[in-house]
């Protein structure tokens, strides 16, 4: 049990939902930047590899 003003890591992981939503605007600019279509797979690998990973 953590104190009122302890740091716990269950208390930040609401930020994890915002970061899907910044994903497909980051991953069309990076594609149009650098040319490279690889980019547009960032949010897939993203919502379905690290995300499940960080919050087992």
Known sequence: MASATGFTWARTRW???LV???LPVAAI???NTTGWGAWLYLG???VFGLVP???W
């Open 53 to 55: 990973v960080l919050d």
């Open 20 to 22: 899907p939503l910044t």
């Open 44 to 46: 897939p690998a993203f």
């Open 15 to 17: 930020l994890l939902g």
């Open 29 to 31: 600019m990076l594609a």
